[in-house]
């Protein structure tokens, strides 16, 4: 990710949160907001995955995590969060 994308990001969530560190904390350990499009090139293929309120969509069906949607992709197991480059659920 580029600097200046990081660092506007970073901007928003400020906006979002009023500085609150806690909350900054809270919300980085949590799934991202639902409604949040999640985006991966693969084999020349983009990728779209929706975020939903208990699970994620990808080609119009629903799936209860981002490791079953990276399986479906890829044929093999991976970490569904690192797959989307997301952090792990509970690091910082």
């Known amino acids: 990710m580029k600097p200046e994308t990081r660092a506007?990001?970073?901007a928003l969530g400020e906006q979002l949160?009023?500085?609150?560190?806690?909350l900054?904390?809270?919300r980085a350990d949590?799934?991202?907001l639902p409604g949040t499009r999640l985006l991966?090139?693969?084999?020349?293929?983009q990728h779209?995955?929706?975020?939903r309120a208990d699970d994620f969509e990808y080609e119009g069906r629903?799936?209860?995590?981002l490791s079953a949607i990276t399986r479906h992709i890829t044929g093999t197991r991976w970490n569904g969060w690192t797959f989307f480059g997301?952090?792990?659920r509970g690091e910082a």
């Open 62 to 65: 629903p799936y209860r995590s």
């Open 24 to 26: 900054r904390r809270i």
């Open 17 to 22: 949160d009023g500085g609150n560190i806690v």
């Open 40 to 45: 991966r090139e693969y084999d020349g293929v």
């Open 86 to 88: 997301l952090k792990g």
């Open 8 to 10: 506007r990001l970073e």
């Open 30 to 32: 949590s799934r991202p």
């Open 48 to 51: 779209v995955v929706t975020v």
